[in-house]
């Protein structure tokens, strides 16, 4: 794999993230509890969609195949997402939706802090602003997950059903394969032994708040990133989000 | 005849946030230069928030105002880095907001008072809002909801 492929690679990782965690929590616009969160679900993808157009935009200049950021999103089919597993997964109730976010969040604030220090200046650019958006995210997800962990009988317990789901998903972050060890070695991205380290004393932190047990097992799906095997629902959302597309070739307004 | 740069930022302190419209494009602080690069005004825009509606709107309006001052090559320049902070929003913008109902951006991440009773008694909704750049808040004295420009 050269440098170049490397960096395509990472960058579709990067972007393919937060546009399918986007599109999801885009899918409750209009269905949240209670207006304030649904105003703060929308804001969030929104944030999420604006970060996937400079990463995916970035992607297409390093390709320099003429691809664009849409064309990226919208024209390419399930087995060439680079997103992690734990992005896709379903939005379930509210409590599971806030769930994926402070487990996502949690890595996203972490890693976006190492990456505002990568050695490719666009990373570094992207990451600082995106960064600052994030922050906001995760004081809202992580203050959510307490709540709800500290809540009522009920709201604990759909909340460590959430954990427990999600929780296989969460190694798969950490893992690291050809592409990270290149972009590591390229000083760009960080080492994820330590990305895990710092992850799990904030999640820890959090979870102890909430009144929640962290699983025992640390057992780990992969095949998101990679592309090598996504589940299911990525290829259920795809044909909502891509719907257009797929209808009408080549729309453009 | 070219107009010079101080000129030409005269013009863009009259165009209007699309969405808050009281404050400027330059009071918000996303006008980060203007330059002359032989016959085309560059403009350097910096976005607010990476998914904010309101950028392409505001690149826009810039490229509209300018072409009716008779500026016809314009090159809009989209700059994330350094990025966008509410410290650069400028004193005029901030008692402009805070007059039209909208607590200004405080270092103490939360607004100093209601900026309809100037009440300090406050209780924040949420910290997101009905733009990405605004917070929810409430003045538990005249108990009216308001938008804070939050800090980022």
Same mark, same amino acid.
């Given at each position: ?24 929590? *885009? ?27 400079? #990463? ?13 950021? $849409? ?27 806030? %769930? ?38 995760? $004081? =809202?997800? *992580? ?47 960080? $080492?994820?032994?330590?990305?895990? *380290? ?18 025992? *097992? ?10 090598? =095997? ?10 909502? %989000? ?10 453009? #307004? | ?52 509606? &309101? ?39 901030? &008692?402009?907001? &805070? ?8 270092? &103490? ?44």
């Amino acid at each position: 794999m050269t440098d170049q492929t490397a960096l395509f690679e990472y960058l579709l990782r990067l972007g393919d993230n937060t546009l399918v965690l986007g599109h999801r929590v *885009s899918e409750w616009c209009g269905h949240a509890p209670v207006l304030e969160e649904d105003i703060a679900l929308a804001n969030t993808a929104l944030d999420l969609i604006g970060q996937t157009q400079m #990463w995916l935009g970035l992607a297409g200049e390093v390709e320099g195949a003429g691809r664009s950021a $849409d064309d990226l999103a919208m024209l390419r089919d399930v087995w060439d997402f680079r997103n992690l597993l734990l992005v896709e997964q379903p939005n379930g109730d509210f409590g599971q939706t806030l %769930m994926r976010q402070c487990l996502f969040d949690v890595f996203h604030v972490e890693l976006l802090t190492e990456l505002t220090r990568a050695s490719d200046g666009n990373i570094a650019a992207i990451a600082a602003k995106a960064l600052k958006e994030v922050t906001y995210h995760l $004081d =809202r997800s *992580s203050e959510t997950v307490i709540g709800l962990g500290d809540g009522t009988e009920e709201s604990h317990r759909r909340m460590q059903a959430a954990l427990d789901l999600l929780w296989p998903y969460v190694g798969e972050m950490f893992t690291p394969d050809a592409v990270d060890d290149a972009m590591h070695a390229a000083r760009i991205a960080p $080492d994820l032994t330590a990305l895990r *380290s710092r992850f799990d004393i904030r999640i820890n932190d959090i979870l102890t708040e909430a009144t929640l047990t962290k699983p025992d *097992s640390n057992f780990a799906q992969s095949g998101g990133k990679t592309g090598f =095997r996504h589940t299911e629902h990525l290829g259920h959302m795809l044909t909502q %989000m891509q719907w257009l597309q797929r209808a009408y070739p080549g729309a453009t #307004w | 005849m070219t107009p010079d740069v101080s000129t030409i930022w005269g013009w863009l302190d009259q165009v209007p946030d699309p969405e808050i419209p009281v404050i400027s494009v330059v009071d918000l602080g996303i006008v980060r230069d203007v330059t002359w690069e032989g016959d085309t005004l560059e403009v350097a825009v910096t976005p607010t928030y990476s998914g904010c509606p &309101a950028t392409s709107v505001i690149s826009m309006d810039i490229e509209t105002a300018l072409h009716d001052r008779g500026v016809t090559n314009v090159r809009i320049k989209t700059q994330i880095a350094p990025p966008w902070t509410t410290d650069w929003l400028s004193d005029k913008g901030r &008692a402009k907001l &805070a007059d039209y109902g909208i607590a200004p951006p405080s270092p &103490a991440g939360g607004p100093d008072a209601c900026p309809r009773c100037g009440g300090a008694h406050l209780t924040r909704i949420s910290q997101f809002g009905s733009t990405p750049c605004k917070a929810h808040w409430r003045c538990d004295d005249c108990l009216e909801p308001f938008d804070y420009f939050k800090c980022i």
